[in-house]
Nanobody
Framework: QVQLAESGGGEVQAGTSLRLSCAASGRTVGGISMGWFRQTPGNERTFVAATTRSGDRKYYSDSVKGRFTISRENARNTVQLEMNNLTPGDTAVYYC????????????????????WGQGTQVTVSS
C-alpha cells in the first residue's frame, strides 16, 4: 500500500510560480514511479508530468513542457512539481499518483496504470 498526500496548491496570478509537493508513505518512494495529473470539473484527469522510479527519466505533457519541472527525493519520499509562468489554463485540481515499479514512455502518461492517488490540491491561476 502507498499513501500519497499533496500540498502546495493555492491561488496565484498569471505569470507567477508555484511548487507542489507529494509525500509518499507506506512503500518507499524508491519502489514506485510517480506522476502528476490534473483535472477540471466535468473533464477527465489528464497527464502533466511523471518521473521513473530511479528518477533518471522524466516526462511532460506538451502543454507544460518548458514551464513545469518534476523532481523527486527518494530519501525524503517526496516528489515536487515546480510550476513556472502559470496561466489561467493551468487552473485545476492537481493529483499525485504512483505506479508500483517502473514505468516507461507511454506507460508513465497513462492514468489507468496509476494504482494510488492522493486527495488532490487546488491550483487557481487568475489573469
Amino acid at each position: 500500500q502507498v499513501q500519497l498526500a499533496e500540498s502546495g496548491g493555492g491561488e496565484v496570478q498569471a505569470g507567477t510560480s508555484l511548487r507542489l509537493s507529494c509525500a509518499a508513505s507506506g512503500r518507499t518512494v524508491g519502489g514506485i514511479s510517480m506522476g502528476w495529473f490534473r483535472q477540471t470539473p466535468g473533464n477527465e484527469r489528464t497527464f502533466v508530468a511523471a518521473t521513473t522510479r530511479s528518477g533518471d527519466r522524466k516526462y511532460y505533457s506538451d502543454s507544460v513542457k518548458g514551464r513545469f519541472t518534476i523532481s523527486r527525493e527518494n530519501a525524503r519520499n517526496t516528489v515536487q512539481l515546480e510550476m513556472n509562468n502559470l496561466t489561467p489554463g493551468d487552473t485545476a485540481v492537481y493529483y499525485c499518483g504512483a505506479i508500483v515499479g517502473e514505468c516507461s514512455g507511454v506507460g508513465c502518461r497513462d492514468r489507468r496504470l496509476y494504482r494510488y492517488w492522493g486527495q488532490g490540491t487546488q491550483v487557481t491561476v487568475s489573469s
